[in-house]
């Protein structure tokens, strides 16, 4: 079973349309968190989640939106996309705060 | 902000040798981590290490931390064709559930 799973794994679309990222965890974890990793390798984080309640928000446009439905899933939705919005996002859960990190495979997002 | 910075960007070594890499951060601790990414892969996280220790053992892996330089050193001994990976290290900021990395260490392993 994958621990951390998202969908899709690779995402091209076109500048201006809205998307969305789905991740889910199945291992009981209380915190869930959205990284962008660009294509120096840098890893972002862009948000954070604690029982469905935003903690952390990294200065990221408001065009990102997380959804937290329930503490297993978090979703990225993104608005009006912009070509630099193009890189790879990973989701990742842990057990509590500055706890170790589990990651999903990533969703690499291309925009043209 | 914030930021765990690995030295050097990138290494390559033959198969057998130890592999050394570091990381540099800015602010005080709670713990620092560091991660391994294969090529289109997620992180997998490999050793935690906690501000009061100074020394971490994890098989081949082998972690140290001074605090007072605020630096950290994974080293990986007796590499494999199958420790090539990007390596991470990740830092929190004290009190903050946050976790910043840098932008890795690729680690070649020539077999």
């Known amino acids: 079973d994958t621990a951390v799973s998202q969908t899709p794994k690779y995402l091209v679309t076109q500048m201006g349309n809205d998307k969305s990222i789905k991740c889910e965890q199945n291992?009981?974890?209380?915190?869930m968190y959205w990284y962008k990793q660009d294509s120096k390798k840098f890893l972002k984080i862009m948000f954070s989640?604690?029982?469905?309640?935003?903690?952390i928000n990294e200065t990221v446009p408001n065009r990102f939106s997380p959804k937290s439905p329930d503490k297993a899933h978090l979703n990225l939705h993104i608005n009006s996309l912009e070509l630099g919005d193009s890189a790879v996002y990973f989701c990742?859960?842990?057990?509590?705060?500055?706890?170790?990190?589990?990651f999903g495979s990533g969703t690499q997002l291309s925009v043209l | 902000s914030q930021q765990g910075e690995e030295d050097p960007q990138a290494l390559s070594i033959q198969e057998g040798e130890n592999a050394t890499m570091n990381c540099s951060y800015k602010t005080s601790i709670n713990n620092l981590q560091w991660y391994r990414q294969n090529s289109g892969r997620g992180l997998v996280h490999l050793i935690l290490?906690?501000?009061?220790?100074r020394e971490k053992h994890s098989g081949r892996l082998r972690v140290t931390l001074d605090t007072s330089k605020k630096s950290s050193s994974l080293l990986i001994t007796a590499s494999r064709a199958a420790d090539t990976a990007s390596y991470f290290c990740a830092t929190d900021e004290n009190n903050f559930n946050k976790f910043y990395f840098g932008s890795g260490t690729k680690l070649n392993v020539k077999p």
């Open positions: 990742a859960s842990s057990l509590g705060q500055n706890e170790k990190l589990f």
């Open positions: 291992l009981g974890h209380d915190t």
């Open positions: 989640y604690n029982n469905k309640e935003l903690i």
């Open positions: 290490i906690r501000s009061n220790e």
